[in-house]
């Protein structure tokens, strides 16, 4: 079975423009999360998909935003970047919604924003 | 607000010594627990994960942890390390909330020498 897969996989932006980067889950997975890391802050949740619906956002300004598909890929979307977007982007598959289940992590996509 | 410590950020052993790296968290309320590790180039993977029962929760490649509820912790344990252990891990929690939201630790990053 294919795993979480990210693109694209690196990316290079100035600040000020804008990017997106998109997370496909594992074939039957419903249920997409992403997480921010960086040296810094390490692990953060940035928000949850569930059946095309946002169901949870972590603490980021609103130039981070995301969408998701009917076939579950989800999409996020960071406008008017800044430096310190510079981070390694995680997207996360889980089955459903239920907290026993098992959120299986992508490669990543690592955003430089010079 | 819940949270999750991880005090050893770094910790380097030689080989066939014990693996003891603390994690302890904050919530008043129902919590399941998780061990994920980021091997060098390689994206996270859960290790192990404690949701109820048997508060001595058994993993893959020879690590356990323990939910120790008085204290708020989430040990890991491996009694002899192997140079391939080599990794970063991170405790992290999740609220129950049915979000797929995950709070992680700061990490510990173990370099194991032959």
């Known amino acids: 079975k294919a795993g979480v897969t990210q693109t694209p996989r690196y990316l290079i932006k100035t600040r000020g423009q804008q990017v997106t980067l998109s997370c496909s889950p594992i074939s039957g997975h419903r249920s997409v999360s992403w997480y921010q890391q960086t040296p810094g802050q390490g692990l953060q949740f940035l928000f949850e998909y569930f059946s095309e619906t946002q169901r949870n956002k972590g603490n980021f300004p609103g130039r981070f935003s995301g969408r998701q598909f009917s076939n579950s890929r989800s999409e996020m979307n960071v406008s008017t970047l800044e430096l310190g977007d510079s981070a390694l982007y995680l997207c996360?598959?889980?089955?459903?919604?239920?907290?026993?289940?098992?959120?299986?992590f992508g490669p990543g996509t690592r955003l430089t924003v010079l | 607000a819940q949270s999750v410590s991880q005090h050893n950020h770094h910790v380097i052993l030689s080989e066939a010594a014990s693996l003891e790296l603390g994690c302890n968290y904050s919530y008043g309320g129902t919590v399941n627990l998780f061990w994920y590790v980021q091997y060098p180039g390689q994206h996270l993977q859960l290790l192990l994960k404690y949701f109820s029962g048997d508060p001595l929760v058994k993993g893959i490649k020879g690590f356990e942890a323990e939910f120790i509820k008085s204290k708020f912790s989430f040990n890991l344990r491996k009694p002899s390390v192997q140079w391939s252990d080599t990794a970063e891990y991170f405790c992290?929690?999740?609220?129950?909330?049915?979000?797929?939201?995950?709070?992680f630790g700061a990490g510990t990053r173990l370099a194991v020498h032959p």
């Open positions: 992290a929690l999740d609220d129950s909330g049915g979000y797929n939201k995950l709070i």
């Open positions: 996360a598959s889980s089955f459903s919604i239920s907290s026993t289940d098992t959120q299986y």
